[in-house]
């Protein structure tokens, strides 16, 4: 298991040095104004580069390039971007990627600004893509970034409710966050153009990543190190994020420590995240949300498996990228400090 997460991790590296060679070509396309230096900040500060690396490898695994799939892993990567750059406002979050959010480092109005250039820019590096392609994944595109506004607004609307379901949960974060782990899968396959069974099978296989993804958040936001979090760790805490944890802390919780938690809902008193970690791990609610995530990996790996069972023809192109699209997977339940 160490050694796969391992050998992941090294082919992730190859395909983010395809797609950081891109994007320093794209952005080079836009001017030296004040508009573009948050964009040119939180893009330079890099992350993971998970989405881009889905839509080139997902390409590859269906026999296409990963020049092919330039355009639509810089549109995916930009438009993340723009909702990292929002939601820092929506969520007060003062660090990302280990160093100031842009509303911090500028004000509110620019981070609102770049934010909408940002997605702009998106839309531009998609119409770069194969002339075929090009309808599908702007259908795919839209559809999928207005899923993401409707998840964000479920996630601000939680914040004040008592009690949420956590079918609602899931729900939301299909919305915010698995819908576009699923379309970069989705648009890396219609680049190479591959066929909508195909397709299909990418886009679910994506979904349950990308719950699997939101679920490890959650528990990292909560039980990270701050050392290499990279974000305020307790920030949903602090925030009474309906996040799987509170949602089954509130399920579980009876007597003292129902109280005790309901106590802490709405208030910002001195070590609420501590006593809420505490209860977090007395309920047992931790290991919960790892049972959870590890689901979703089998329901992931699942959804391919089927796939080559019922059309050994399909995901026939690099062998290599079909194992990085099953590493992803794994290295999300692997990654819990
Ligand atoms: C953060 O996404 C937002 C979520 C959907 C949890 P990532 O964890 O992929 O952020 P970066 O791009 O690597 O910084
Ligand atoms: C992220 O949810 C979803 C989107 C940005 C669309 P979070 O609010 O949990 O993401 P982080 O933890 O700030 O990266
Ligand atoms: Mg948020
Ligand atoms: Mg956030
Ligand atoms: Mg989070």
Not at 71 to 97: C, G, K, Q, S
Not at 193 to 213: M, N, P, Q, W
């Amino acid at each position: 298991m160490m050694a796969e997460t391992f050998d992941a991790k090294a082919a992730m590296a190859d395909y983010r040095t395809a797609f950081e060679g891109g994007c320093a070509d794209f952005l080079s396309r836009y001017p030296d104004s004040e508009l573009y230096a948050p964009v040119r900040y939180l893009m330079a500060l890099g992350g993971k580069r998970l989405r881009p690396v889905l839509v080139m490898a997902a390409c590859e695994a269906c026999g296409g390039t990963k020049e092919q799939a330039l355009p639509a892993a810089l549109a995916v990567e930009l438009f993340h971007n723009f909702t990292l750059m929002h939601d820092d406002i929506m969520d007060e979050a003062p660090l990302r990627r280990g160093q100031a959010t842009v509303h911090e480092k500028w004000d509110d109005n620019l981070a609102i600004l770049s934010g909408d250039a940002l997605h702009v820019m998106a839309c531009e590096a998609l119409l770069d893509a194969p002339a075929d392609a090009l309808p599908s994944l702007l259908r795919m595109y839209h559809r999928t970034a207005l899923e993401v506004c409707e998840g964000q607004e479920q996630d601000m609307a939680f914040e004040t409710r008592n009690t949420v379901a956590l079918e609602e949960y899931m729900e939301m974060i299909r919305l915010k966050t698995s819908v576009l782990l699923a379309a970069a899968l989705d648009m890396g396959g219609g680049s190479a153009g591959a066929d909508d069974a195909t397709r299909e099978a990418l886009y679910e296989f994506g979904l349950h990543v990308g719950l699997a993804f939101q679920l490890q958040d959650d528990y990292l936001d909560a039980f990270g190190n701050p050392e290499n979090f990279g974000k305020q760790v307790g920030g949903d805490i602090l925030a009474d994020k309906k996040t799987f944890l509170l949602i089954r802390a509130l399920e579980k919780a009876q007597g003292a420590d129902l109280d005790a938690l309901q106590t802490e809902l709405g208030s910002k008193r001195e070590g609420k995240v501590e006593r809420v970690l505490d209860l977090y791990r007395r309920l047992g609610v931790d290991a919960e949300l790892r049972d959870a995530m590890a689901g979703q990996v089998a329901l992931a790996e699942g959804a391919l498996a089927r796939m080559k069972a019922a059309r050994p023809d399909a995901l026939a192109g690099s062998e290599g990228a079909l194992a990085l699209l099953h590493g992803v997977a794994k290295m999300v339940t692997a990654r819990l400090n």
